[in-house]
């Protein structure tokens, strides 16, 4: 079911993944179905979430469903958080996954664009929790994954970089500030994966060349894959995950050591 829900609390953990309509999105929706959460996908483009909604579950037989939201608007995520409370009655995971990413540097910086991807990547992770701590509060209980980069550590396009910095201070922040609600907030840092974020505006010759690097540079030889991300988001959101918060999981082969290429 990709568009509505039955009214009531959800009988097993309520999932809600931003970003929810692209690769990686689609790729953790189906691991965490499979772990037995019921599984909102929010995403500005409501087609893709509806889609990827249906898809995960047919393949996995679980409750997923896709909405629309856009996460840099303040007055969505509320409406979104209302609407899991009046449909599921809980939200016990949050993966913070929604991105965009601008090839800029400092010399060609439009103050608009930066502007675009600090709302999105950053302020939209501090809304979805602002919005969910009166649920947090009242269960005493929850888990956030924030969705960051290896680009954190080496640098990268501007905006995108600083921003993804900034998801690992807002991070080891809010572990601090929600550990007494029982509540554990980490990040996952993934390197490069060939998605339809990375590949836009890059030619096939372009693109090759940029991944060739990629393996170069990471001791285990290969990129990062969707599956990879899923795995680490689903144990950081698991019980046995529970005392652990404010850390920054790498899932990028060793490339967060930087070796040279």
Not at 93 to 113: C, E, K, S
Request: aromatic share 2%; proline share 5%; glycine share 12%.
């Amino acid at each position: 079911m990709s568009g509505h829900a039955s009214g009531g609390a959800a009988p097993g953990p309520v999932a809600v993944i931003t970003g929810g309509g692209g690769t990686l999105g689609t790729a953790m929706a189906t691991r965490l179905a499979e772990e037995g959460n019921a599984v909102v996908l929010l995403d500005r483009d409501e087609a893709a979430a509806r889609a990827a909604a249906d898809e995960v579950a047919a393949r996995t037989g679980g409750s997923v469903v896709g909405w629309r939201a856009d996460v840099a608007d303040e007055d969505d995520v509320r409406a979104s958080v209302d609407r899991i409370v009046r449909t599921h009655g809980r939200l016990d995971r949050l993966v913070n996954n929604a991105g965009v990413n601008r090839r800029d540097t400092l010399a060609d910086q439009d103050p608009r664009i930066w502007d675009e991807v600090m709302a999105v990547n950053l302020r939209g992770p501090m809304l979805l929790c602002r919005a969910a701590l009166p649920l947090w509060r009242r269960t005493g209980s929850g888990r956030v994954v924030n969705i960051a980069s290896r680009t954190w550590l080496g640098g990268g396009p501007t905006s995108y970089v600083t921003s993804k910095a900034g998801v690992v201070g807002l991070t080891r922040t809010l572990a601090v500030e929600l550990g007494p609600l029982g509540v554990t907030v980490n990040a996952v840092a993934p390197s490069m994966i060939v998605t339809a974020l990375t590949s836009a505006g890059r030619d096939e010759a372009r693109l090759r060349e940029l991944t060739e690097r990629h393996r170069r540079m990471t001791p285990m030889r290969r990129l990062a894959t969707p599956e990879d991300v899923a795995e680490a988001v689903v144990f950081l959101t698991s019980d046995g995950a529970g005392f652990i918060t404010g850390e920054v999981l790498h899932v990028c082969g060793g490339a967060q050591l930087a070796p040279a290429p």
